[in-house]
């Protein structure tokens, strides 16, 4: 991995980790408020901060499939409302 993209990779995931809680993305049923373009996505929780953090090439589309961070969600027994998206996109450049 180039130093330009390390570089990219570790200001993208710190802007992930300084995200306001409030300023992420509701879990829905179809995440039609979640952007389809590339990027860094996390699952956060209003207490515990950061639970997963992924990459994608379309983060709508990521979630829309399932992913796993939602079923240990539902096993741990997080309100939903507790956990919100964060994300960051990317240069299709860069990615």
């Not at 039609?32 to 515990?48: I, K």
């Not at 090439?57 to 027994?77: C, Q």
Request: glycine share 4%; charged share 35%; hydrophobic share 40%.
């Amino acid at each position: 991995m180039s130093d330009v993209l390390k570089e990219e990779a570790r200001r993208c995931l710190e802007r992930l980790a300084t995200k306001s809680f409030d300023d992420c993305y509701p879990l829905t049923r179809e995440f039609e408020t979640v952007p389809n373009s590339p990027g860094f996505y996390a699952f956060r929780h209003r207490l515990d901060g950061i639970l997963y953090i992924g990459i994608a090439t379309n983060l709508r589309r990521r979630f829309r499939n399932g992913h796993k961070a939602l079923a240990w969600a539902f096993i741990d027994r997080l309100d939903p409302d507790d956990v919100r998206i964060a994300t960051v996109r990317i240069d299709r450049q860069t990615a």
